[in-house]
């Protein structure tokens, strides 16, 4: 029950230490991107769901790179390292200093297997056993290690698949690597493991038969197989992404969203759609990115880091960046790039332009061709535009800069100075016609290309 739950204290040790070897990759195994995060990005996600007292992840290979990217993801994470990789119970061993003065339950996940569900962890934070293992069925049990019971259910052991006789490789059910162990008898049998065995390390697995003759009792946990899914290699992060994508899909179409091509649309592991919202085809979702109910995503946008808010609609072809906040009813169309925004209610713009590092106020309407021209070459700027506002097309607002309340541009103006509130800004150079020249020009460009010729 999840009220036992809150009276029991919880830490999470999330083994990422590992190469990953198979990815042929610089990047270490758990920062290859998973539903548009880290892939340790789910792991941190699943922990989080117990609200644990702390998530402690051990990091080896690429330890820096690692640690910045779960300080992105979670900052109250601690970090431990394993500096030689010598299995995972020698990779637990080394978040015991970050677990001093606590004596709740420690879950053991791993940064490569994202699909854990929370349900299941809940699960195994409940059963009673001071040791409990997640286990599953597998369809093909293959050199899974083995768990092996009693009549009751208890856990016997875990046997490895290279030292099972006929009849223990016969079992279907499989050790996931997960376990829920109380942090004091995880102090007092870390230390007995030993390494006498092909591989030369300090294995997990090995806790079950030490608690067991210590008296200790040990328990299942059994979950769907698909949950237990690793990621060793490209090809099974490609299966992974398929999978996520296909239950975020499902999940977003259960929650009252419309996708009118649901296997084209892209989602991150945060993406936060509301009821009613329209998703057209193409459409992909980068973290960070907030729909309210009621708005609408046309074809082939690309959104990040933003916050879309209700009846407002976006695209086609429109992306919104880190920092782009659209206000009720606004409208970004077709060829606009949004980024570090806000666009207040009803501001509208249509086509063909950059809006970075600006405020827009309620019902401006944004010509085609604008650009806030916000940097310098050095430093970013930004541009204030008012309420009420019409900026005429293929304006050029050099910031900073602002217009105020009800004022205008026209169109072709490069606006270097604040507008006042009603009034017309026009900064182009005047209009002066020459009579004749175009044709004597062409004709000069064409004989000289005759001549070279």
Same mark, same amino acid.
């Given at each position: 029950?999840?009220?036992?739950?809150?009276?029991?204290?919880?830490?999470?040790?999330?083994?990422?230490?590992?190469?990953?070897?198979?990815?042929?990759?610089?990047?270490?195994?758990?920062?290859?991107?998973?539903?548009?995060?880290?892939?340790?990005?789910?792991?941190?996600?699943?922990?989080?769901?117990?609200?644990?007292?702390?998530?402690?992840?051990?990091?080896?290979?690429?330890?820096?790179?690692?640690?910045?990217?779960?300080?992105?993801?979670?900052?109250?994470?601690?970090?431990?390292?394993?500096?030689?990789?010598?299995?995972?119970?020698?990779?637990?061993?080394?978040?015991?200093?970050?677990?001093?003065?606590?004596?709740? &339950?420690?879950? !053991? *996940?791993?940064?490569?297997?994202?699909?854990? #569900? $929370? @349900? +299941?962890?809940?699960?195994?934070?409940?059963?009673?056993?001071?040791?409990?293992?997640?286990?599953?069925?597998?369809?093909?049990?293959?050199?899974?290690?083995?768990?092996?019971?009693?009549?009751?259910?208890?856990?016997?052991?875990?046997?490895?698949?290279?030292?099972?006789?006929?009849?223990?490789?016969?079992?279907?059910?499989?050790?996931?690597?997960?376990?829920?162990?109380?942090?004091?008898?995880?102090?007092?049998?870390?230390?007995?493991?030993?390494?006498?065995?092909?591989?030369?390390?300090?294995?997990?697995?090995?806790?079950?038969?030490?608690?067991?003759?210590?008296?200790?009792?040990?328990?299942?946990?059994?979950?769907?197989?698909?949950?237990?899914?690793?990621?060793?290699?490209?090809?099974?992060?490609?299966?992974?992404?398929?999978?996520?994508?296909?239950?975020? &899909?499902?999940? !977003? *179409?259960?929650?009252?969203?419309?996708?009118? #091509? $649901? @296997? +084209?649309?892209?989602?991150?592991?945060?993406?936060?759609?509301?009821?009613?919202?329209?998703?057209?085809?193409?459409?992909?979702?980068?973290?960070?990115?907030?729909?309210?109910?009621?708005?609408?995503?046309?074809?082939?946008?690309?959104?990040?880091?933003?916050?879309?808010?209700?009846?407002?609609?976006?695209?086609?072809?429109?992306?919104?960046?880190?920092?782009?906040?659209?206000?009720?009813?606004?409208?970004?169309?077709?060829?606009?790039?949004?980024?570090?925004?806000?666009?207040?209610?009803?501001?509208?713009?249509?086509?063909?332009?950059?809006?970075?590092?600006?405020?827009?106020?309620?019902?401006?309407?944004?010509?085609?061709?604008?650009?806030?021209?916000?940097?310098?070459?050095?430093?970013?700027?930004?541009?204030?535009?008012?309420?009420?506002?019409?900026?005429?097309?293929?304006?050029? *607002?050099?910031?900073?800069?602002?217009?105020?309340?009800?004022?205008?541009?026209?169109?072709?103006?490069?606006?270097?100075?604040?507008?006042?509130?009603?009034?017309?800004?026009?900064?182009?150079?005047?209009?002066?016609?020459?009579?004749?020249?175009?044709?004597?020009?062409?004709?000069?460009?064409?004989?000289?290309?005759?001549?070279?010729?």
């Amino acid at each position: 029950m999840v009220a036992e739950q809150d009276n029991r204290d919880i830490a999470v040790v999330i083994l990422a230490a590992g190469q990953g070897s198979r990815m042929l990759s610089d990047l270490p195994k758990v920062l290859h991107r998973l539903g548009g995060v880290p892939m340790i990005g789910h792991a941190l996600a699943a922990a989080s769901s117990l609200q644990p007292d702390r998530i402690i992840v051990v990091a080896g290979h690429g330890a820096e790179a690692v640690q910045t990217a779960v300080g992105r993801l979670d900052p109250d994470a601690l970090i431990a390292l394993q500096t030689e990789q010598l299995g995972t119970g020698h990779a637990v061993a080394q978040a015991l200093p970050q677990l001093d003065g606590f004596s709740g &339950r420690v879950i !053991v *996940l791993y940064g490569d297997t994202p699909f854990i #569900a $929370p @349900e +299941t962890l809940t699960r195994m934070v409940a059963d009673e056993a001071p040791v409990v293992v997640l286990g599953f069925h597998a369809a093909v049990a293959g050199r899974y290690g083995r768990l092996v019971t009693d009549q009751a259910g208890d856990l016997l052991r875990i046997t490895e698949f290279k030292d099972a006789d006929a009849a223990t490789r016969a079992i279907s059910l499989c050790n996931s690597g997960v376990m829920a162990i109380d942090a004091d008898l995880l102090r007092g049998l870390i230390g007995q493991l030993g390494n006498d065995n092909a591989s030369g390390e300090y294995y997990l697995t090995d806790l079950v038969a030490l608690a067991r003759d210590a008296g200790h009792r040990a328990a299942v946990v059994v979950c769907d197989e698909a949950e237990t899914l690793g990621v060793n290699s490209r090809a099974e992060l490609a299966t992974a992404e398929a999978i996520f994508q296909s239950r975020r &899909r499902a999940e !977003v *179409l259960a929650q009252g969203v419309t996708l009118t #091509a $649901p @296997e +084209t649309v892209f989602l991150s592991l945060d993406t936060r759609i509301g009821r009613d919202a329209i998703i057209g085809p193409n459409v992909i979702f980068g973290p960070g990115v907030t729909v309210e109910g009621g708005a609408e995503i046309l074809g082939f946008c690309h959104l990040e880091g933003c916050h879309i808010a209700t009846g407002a609609s976006v695209g086609p072809f429109a992306r919104l960046r880190p920092g782009a906040e659209l206000g009720q009813s606004a409208h970004v169309g077709n060829f606009v790039e949004i980024k570090n925004a806000v666009l207040d209610q009803g501001v509208k713009v249509g086509h063909l332009s950059y809006i970075g590092d600006a405020d827009l106020g309620a019902r401006s309407n944004i010509g085609a061709g604008t650009v806030t021209c916000n940097y310098d070459g050095v430093m970013k700027h930004r541009t204030r535009i008012g309420r009420d506002v019409f900026i005429g097309s293929d304006t050029m *607002l050099v910031a900073p800069v602002s217009v105020g309340d009800e004022a205008m541009t026209g169109s072709g103006s490069v606006i270097t100075q604040d507008v006042p509130d009603g009034a017309m800004a026009l900064g182009r150079a005047r209009q002066v016609n020459k009579p004749g020249l175009a044709r004597r020009l062409m004709q000069s460009l064409r004989d000289r290309k005759a001549r070279q010729a």
